[in-house]
């Protein structure tokens, strides 16, 4: 009985992919007019592979550079999202797991108010049971001072959260059973796993139909946004970026309620580990599906819309008094950061409006320093890329420095995948004769792993970038259609902030090698025929 069962195990985890697409995209088509109508149990899993081409209406503006013209250049981004003033040096750019790992430690020990936590899971090792605990140490001396008043919330995604028997849940249970009145658990759970397919797809191809990848960390009026999640892995020889804003209270009331937002759409962890939703609220799955997206929506935009009414009330407050000089003491706001938020599912692209319109006005004046740890850009992004006169430099991970490198199962043929993805991109590239123009770098570095996204904006004639785009998105189809992200865009003048934005981008590309022709005719570069074939059927799952 061994061999047989190896070999169902082994077509099962060859085929299931491809399999699981082809459905996907069958059930998308067969059910659309049926949901359309009156909202069915099997709904469509996300759009459809084809992407049509988006018409950008802004037209590439003047040249314009140095600090002078960076509000004019950027400031079409309010026009978007909210738009926060602060002082660069309130910035601080981090540079390694370790020292993320333990600013957010220091800042929950320190915590007086709030600590607001979202991310994809938290992890089950020691390091984060350590994070746990001083949650719990906060907690508790929140209790004895009769002053303090800490509240914490934290988000999560429910099919991650919930996966296998010691989980995220399992992890949080202690805090909600001693902390009920002080501790909120959410479980964000996608429209788009329902009926049927919820039932069919197992646990661990579940998150790819949409997941909560969101990754903001707040303590008081301290926040870190960061596209790394809470795991061992993250804390120590995982590569990604991290930027702490320091007493930014705006910002950082801005993201309390968002987060509470979409944690008021989410199913509630209870204390004996069942889930239930807000009164009022629609189920994700049980529910109406667009009924469901069209009161998240609400909830959700109506935190965007407000901010930016309040602001839009106090800047025509200050514009009356324009006279009126800094008191003393009084540091100028050099810098904006604006919140960049995508929920395709829920009808929010905020996000990717904003990144078209910069890939798009990214003029021969720039150079755009773009990393992914998850290669896979949407046929949108590419051919802006592609039809830019800008200088791109994107960044990836090599082989083995993939998330995936190693894994079991179909899972370990995903570095493979992306070794095509690229190489398809890499043609297009030469094909378009743009190799002048658009190089890719592969990032190396043993016993590490690289999960690093984001992009770095060179004016001409500039050596530091004037602007940087942080937070989870990885420019790929599952960023964009399928899971709830947010990132920000900072626009700095502030010297300082702008040389530690270049440390920070050359820190990673220093570890790189560029690729050319013959890097695909490594050994280790090989792709199987079927990872090939498979490729096009799965590529916006992951």
């Known amino acids: 009985?061994?061999?047989?069962?190896?070999?169902?195990?082994?077509?099962?985890?060859?085929?299931?992919?491809?399999?699981?697409?082809?459905?996907?995209?069958?059930?998308?088509?067969?059910?659309?007019?049926?949901?359309?109508?009156?909202?069915?149990?099997?709904?469509?899993?996300?759009?459809?592979?084809?992407?049509?081409?988006?018409t950008l209406a802004s037209s590439r503006p003047p040249g314009s550079t140095g600090a002078?013209?960076?509000?004019?250049?950027?400031?079409?981004?309010?026009?978007?999202?909210?738009?926060?003033?602060?002082?660069?040096g309130r910035i601080h750019i981090l540079r390694s797991p370790d020292e993320f790992y333990q600013a957010m430690k220091a800042r929950i020990k320190t915590a007086k108010r709030r600590v607001v936590m979202a991310s994809l899971y938290?992890?089950?090792?020691?390091?984060e049971q350590e994070l746990v605990n001083c949650i719990e140490e906060a907690l508790e001396r929140s209790q004895?001072?009769?002053?303090?008043?800490?509240?914490?919330?934290?988000?999560?995604?429910?099919?991650?959260?919930?996966?296998?028997?010691?989980?995220?849940?399992?992890?949080?249970?202690?805090?909600?059973?001693?902390?009920?009145?002080?501790m909120r658990v959410c479980l964000y759970h996608t429209p788009d796993l329902r009926g049927l397919l919820r039932l069919l797809v197992p646990e661990r191809f579940n998150e790819t139909i949409g997941v909560q990848h969101i990754k903001v960390y707040l303590f008081d009026d301290s926040l870190i946004i960061s596209g790394a999640n809470l795991s061992d892995s993250?804390?120590?020889?995982?590569?990604?970026?991290?930027?702490?804003?320091?007493?930014?209270?705006?910002?950082?009331?801005?993201?309390?309620?968002?987060?509470?937002?979409?944690?008021?759409?989410?199913?509630?962890?209870?204390?004996?580990?069942?889930?239930?939703?807000?009164?009022?609220?629609?189920?994700?799955?049980?529910?109406?599906?667009?009924?469901?997206?069209?009161?998240?929506?609400r909830q959700i935009m109506e935190v965007m819309n407000m901010t930016r009414a309040q602001q839009n009330m106090l800047d025509l407050e200050h514009s009356q008094d324009s006279d009126l000089e800094l008191e003393s003491g009084e540091e100028r706001s050099d810098t904006w950061v604006f919140p960049l938020v995508q929920m395709k599912p829920l009808g929010i692209r905020l996000d990717e409006d904003v990144t078209q319109r910069l890939l798009w006005e990214a003029g021969g004046d720039s150079t755009v320093y773009l990393t992914s740890g998850?290669?896979?850009?949407?046929?949108?992004?590419?051919?802006?890329?592609?039809?830019a006169a800008a200088d791109y430099r994107i960044l990836m991970a090599s082989p083995e420095v993939n998330g995936f490198f190693g894994a079991k199962g179909v899972a370990g043929a995903i570095p493979e995948a992306y070794i095509h993805l690229a190489h398809q991109f890499y043609r297009q590239v030469c094909e378009l004769g743009q190799q002048g123009r658009v190089h890719l770098h592969e990032y190396h570095r043993p016993d590490w792993t690289f999960h690093a996204k984001?992009?770095?904006?060179?004016?001409?004639?500039?050596?530091?970038?004037?602007?940087?785009?942080?937070?989870?998105?990885?420019?790929?189809?599952?960023?964009?259609?399928?899971?709830?992200?947010?990132?920000?865009?900072?626009v700095t003048e502030n010297e300082e902030l702008q040389a530690n934005l270049r440390q920070e981008?050359?820190?990673?590309?220093?570890?790189?090698?560029?690729?050319?022709?013959?890097?695909?005719?490594?050994?280790?570069?090989?792709?199987?025929?079927?990872v090939k074939l498979v490729t096009p059927l799965i590529k916006n799952f992951f």
Not at 457 to 464: I, S, V
Not at 477 to 488: L, M, N, T
Not at 518 to 527: I, N
Request: glycine letters at 6%.
């Open 144 to 182: 004895e001072d009769a002053a303090a008043n800490l509240k914490v919330s934290i988000l999560l995604d429910y099919t991650r959260g919930s996966r296998g028997k010691n989980n995220s849940r399992t992890m949080l249970l202690p805090l909600l059973q001693r902390f009920p009145e002080q």
């Open 234 to 297: 993250y804390f120590t020889n995982r590569q990604d970026r991290y930027v702490l804003l320091e007493d930014c209270k705006e910002v950082a009331d801005f993201f309390a309620e968002f987060v509470r937002a979409v944690g008021d759409v989410s199913l509630q962890l209870e204390p004996d580990d069942r889930v239930h939703m807000k009164e009022g609220m629609v189920h994700p799955y049980k529910g109406d599906r667009i009924e469901f997206s069209t009161s998240a929506r």
């Open 454 to 490: 984001g992009l770095w904006y060179y004016l001409k004639g500039q050596d530091r970038p004037c602007l940087t785009l942080i937070g989870s998105p990885n420019f790929g189809y599952r960023s964009v259609h399928r899971d709830i992200e947010a990132q920000i865009a900072i």
């Open 374 to 387: 998850y290669f896979n850009l949407t046929q949108t992004y590419m051919k802006l890329v592609l039809g």
């Open 68 to 88: 002078a013209g960076l509000h004019s250049r950027f400031h079409w981004i309010a026009d978007h999202v909210p738009a926060f003033k602060v002082h660069g």
């Open 505 to 530: 981008q050359e820190m990673l590309y220093q570890r790189s090698t560029e690729v050319s022709s013959s890097t695909f005719k490594q050994p280790d570069r090989y792709v199987k025929l079927w």
């Open 122 to 127: 938290l992890g089950t090792g020691p390091l």
């Open 1 to 54: 009985m061994a061999a047989p069962m190896t070999w169902r195990r082994l077509v099962y985890s060859v085929y299931t992919p491809a399999l699981f697409g082809a459905f996907s995209r069958i059930s998308d088509r067969f059910f659309r007019t049926h949901d359309r109508r009156r909202g069915s149990s099997l709904l469509l899993l996300a759009p459809l592979l084809a992407e049509t081409d988006t």
